[in-house]
Every structure is written in C-alpha cells, then in structure tokens.
C-alpha cells in the first residue's frame, strides 16, 4: 500500500462528486454563458434525436415578410412553468401522462424527449397547428428565444 496522490478520490465516490463539492467561484455573466451552451448542446441533441428517428422538425417560419400571429403560453388555471417539446411525439407522450396523473410519466417524457420548461406566460408565435390539439410554436422571449416546439393547443393562447 502507498500514498495516496491528490489524483485519487474519496471512499467510493466518484471523482465528479468529490469535484462538485467545491463552491462555485464563477461570474453570474460566466454562468449565463455556461448555460446558454448547455441549452444550446441540448437542443442540437434533440435535433439529432430527431434526424435519427427520421421525424420532421418543427416547422420553421417563412422567409417572408409575414408577420407571425403572437401568443402566450400558460397551463390554463396555473402559473406553473410550461413544458415545451421539440416534436409533436414527445408532446404527446407528456399529454398522455399527464391525463393520469402519472408525475413520474411526464417526468419520463421531458427528460426523454429533449423537453424543456419556460415560465408561465412566456411569449411565443404560432407556426403550426398539428393533428390531435398541438401546436408548434417560437418562443420569442427569454431563455429559449428562438426555439421551436410543440405544446397543447390550449396552452398557447392568443393577444
């Protein structure tokens, strides 16, 4: 038996976990940043997720000069934040969850699906209505300016 180095880990932890428990000296403009790129490696993995599964993208605005009906998005009857889906699939497995009850289900389907949450009355433009009540839409403010995605028909309502 020898030494240990400062290479080796704690007990049976992982390396990461041993790491992670050191304070965050980042600047909140170096989080932000660290985020952004996340999210942006996150939507390029639904992407890919997509083009593997052979499904067609959520439709992107025309290149014309026509402006896009605005909307807002909101679980009607909450604040809640709202869950937003790069495929239609992937909405409507969340959908079928969610009309059991079933929290571990819909859990499943966002992390599943590449899903992600905007607050509630995030703005957002329709771009398509779908079969079975969903809707594509752009988010045009916050976090997720610029992405497309698939909600409820009813949770994207008009101004």
């Known amino acids: 038996m020898g030494r240990r180095t400062g290479e080796e880990h704690y007990g049976n932890a992982p390396p990461s976990v041993v790491a992670d428990s050191t304070p965050d000296t980042r600047t909140p403009e170096k989080i932000a940043e660290d985020e952004d790129r996340a999210a942006e490696a996150k939507k390029e993995a639904g992407r890919e997720r997509v083009r593997e599964r052979g499904e067609a993208e959520p439709p992107t605005p025309r290149a014309d000069s026509t402006p896009q009906p605005h909307c807002s998005l909101s679980i009607p009857g909450t604040k809640q934040r709202v869950p937003v889906f790069p495929t239609e699939d ?34 957002c433009a329709w771009l398509h209505v779908g079969l079975l009540g969903s809707t594509s839409i752009r988010i045009t403010e916050g976090a997720h300016l610029g992405e497309a995605g698939w909600v409820p028909t009813e949770w994207a309502s008009g101004q």
């Open 90 to 123: 992937g909405m409507g497995e969340f959908a079928k969850a969610a009309a059991t009850g079933d929290a571990p289900g819909m859990q499943a389907a966002i992390v599943g699906n590449h899903g992600y949450y905007v607050p509630s009355q995030t703005g």
